[in-house]
């Protein structure tokens, strides 16, 4: 059976996990927790990071921070996965549901401004696949209208956005929050795991306090005050340092990660593009204002009946492909509370998108197979 | 220098993490999870148990089960860590203090009947260093009122509570609802890490879907549905599985560790008892219907002036002892929301409570030298 993924080991995993413990600190906020904080800030030029336990909680922490109340409305793609809404719904936010571009499941840029009331607070763009969203119209929005931007980044890692006057920045690296996901789905993993990135210096010393289950711990290790005491809302969003140092092996490894995945990436493009055109199925459209992750690599059938035939010839063949979101719009928890129209291609992403296998252990021989199978599929 | 806590590896808990990413499953809910939640639940007669990433996650599990809303009141004890306030001040719950006992930093259970109005949706009571609150009192009241009680059972793994019929049952086995934490500093641990226990079996079914960020995925997994979807508020709860397999080690070391603990306590209690009374000083009160998990060694001394020279006496010879919880009614994020009166016991335990270092690896020398350097405390 060739799985859909399979999590990588780098090596180096178990032997930090044993530092850890023999350090006498496998709680949060310690020696590799710092390490892979500080390592991803400045490959990428993010503002201030904090590790978390998952993506979710990094969206949590920003609907905190950003002092998401009753009432007040975030934009968010339809197409995504339900913490994305989830993390503000949780502190009383209205979702209002965009529909995604029609070349990529990305939120479609042209249409956020018509979504915007006197409550809207905030626009959440997903960079979908680790591909970028028009980021200087997004960000050009907000300002407009005095709104925060959350990138949800989750698949986001080691992508680039290339902005107006050509300069390459790193997804994370520009809205005022950007959240990012280590689970093992991910180019980079901990199981489970994530990471806040803080660029508008703002929210720096309130987010290590809501970090820190409301406490003001971390300014009482600094010595700025003599007791740590309860100063705010907050959870324990902090991950183990048993996390942070599998984590650590895995972001010193991400160059050899890359590679191994964008020649993956690469094959699947090259070698499906004929029969692609010839059968009337998208492959992964990179924008030119995006750099390619090879998080994912995903195609868009003509229709439904379409997928299933390529996901069961699969299946048959032993080969596990996925579809991947369903319209949160359309979702049994939101639908009642939905008053927009329909979106389209949110709608034609849930029907036809399907995600091959790609994992930095899919050998050759798996690749070739699973390039062949897709090609003889019967129609 | 003797540290107040050191972690404690039991050996397996690598070759554990080894294995789950072998199996190809890191992510949370896998086989190290089941395997843990088994345990636990078959040794201690315990409802449905679901691993969480902090017995913080685990609170604001049953806060969001209970269904808090705003304005809803929920008795916790003032003496205590401030999550098991805040996470039901994160659903809108106004906090209602209550004293500790006399004799133990436990809630008095004699106080609470005058704060319930009819507002009151739940009592918390939290085991303080592993022993029992009086849970036949705390039940009765809950029965009487209808309200909903969440033991915050933290640091209360294989303690027990003795009924009012002789009968011995697990902390954690009582409440409609329970939390354990497996931070560094608790009997086994997980780095950080925590459960929720579901005693009352109408919650079983939702906290399933909380736990899996709102979604119906265990059902799907159990082709219960045939997709799975966004149909409540929820969170990424859960714990990787390197946290699970790590924690599965712990946990079947279990009787070991708490022989190897009581040992310890034992020591302390019988070589203190002494000096304690010539001294003023107050040694832990387990009462007759309570166990002793020898999650803590703590003393209450006469006055603060006498706990600071304690404290700074071990400090001098290289023992880190240290105070405890600031009482939560006093804290700057919740004093001017509080409008009860001055709750003694809990300030008494402020001022007063010193706790010793006690781990697995602590030994007979470093246990000699810190009851030896107490003693000879110069007063």
Request: charged share 20%; net charge negative.
């Amino acid at each position: 059976m060739i799985p859909f993924n399979k999590p990588h080991l780098t090596g180096k995993e178990t032997h930090y996990i044993y530092d850890a413990v023999n350090s006498g600190k496998i709680s949060g906020n310690g020696k590799y927790t710092k390490l892979c904080q500080r390592l991803l800030k400045e490959k990428y030029d993010f503002g201030k990071c904090l590790l978390t336990t998952s993506c979710t909680d990094a969206l949590e922490m920003a609907a905190i921070l950003i002092d998401i109340k009753e009432g007040d409305e975030v934009i968010v793609p339809s197409y995504t996965f339900v913490s994305t809404a989830n993390a503000f719904v949780l502190r009383g936010a209205k979702i209002v549901f965009a529909d995604s571009r029609n070349d990529h499941p990305g939120i479609d840029e042209h249409s956020i401004e018509s979504l915007i009331t006197s409550k809207t607070k905030a626009i959440v763009p997903v960079h979908y696949a680790g591909v970028a969203c028009n980021m200087d119209k997004i960000m050009q929005i907000a300002q407009k209208h005095d709104l925060f931007v959350v990138e949800d980044a989750a698949q986001g890692i080691d992508s680039y956005y290339i902005n107006n006057h050509g300069k390459k920045q790193a997804l994370g690296s520009i809205g005022h929050l950007a959240t990012f996901s280590f689970h093992e789905t991910k180019n980079v993993i901990s199981g489970e795991g994530g990471m806040l990135v803080i660029n508008d210096s703002q929210f720096e010393k309130r987010a290590e306090i809501i970090w820190e289950k409301g406490t003001n711990r971390s300014a009482f290790f600094r010595n700025e005050v003599d007791k740590y005491q309860w100063v705010d809302i907050g959870s324990s969003f902090l991950p183990s340092e048993i996390i942070a140092a599998f984590l650590y092996a895995q972001v010193e490894n991400i160059t050899n990660i890359q590679q191994k995945r964008k020649s993956i990436w690469e094959r699947y493009y090259n070698q499906l593009i004929d029969w692609a055109a010839q059968n009337n199925v998208g492959l992964p459209h990179v924008p030119s204002y995006a750099t390619n992750n090879a998080h994912m690599f995903y195609m868009v059938c003509k229709d439904s009946s379409q997928r299933d035939k390529i996901i069961n010839h699969l299946s048959k063949n032993n080969i596990l492909a996925v579809f991947h979101y369903l319209s949160l719009y359309k979702s049994p928890f939101y639908e009642l509370d939905y008053s927009g129209g329909r979106l389209k291609e949110s709608d034609r992403f849930t029907e036809t998108l399907v995600r091959l296998p790609l994992y930095y252990d899919l050998t050759d021989d798996e690749l070739t197979k699973i390039i062949y199978t897709i090609i003889s599929t019967p129609f």
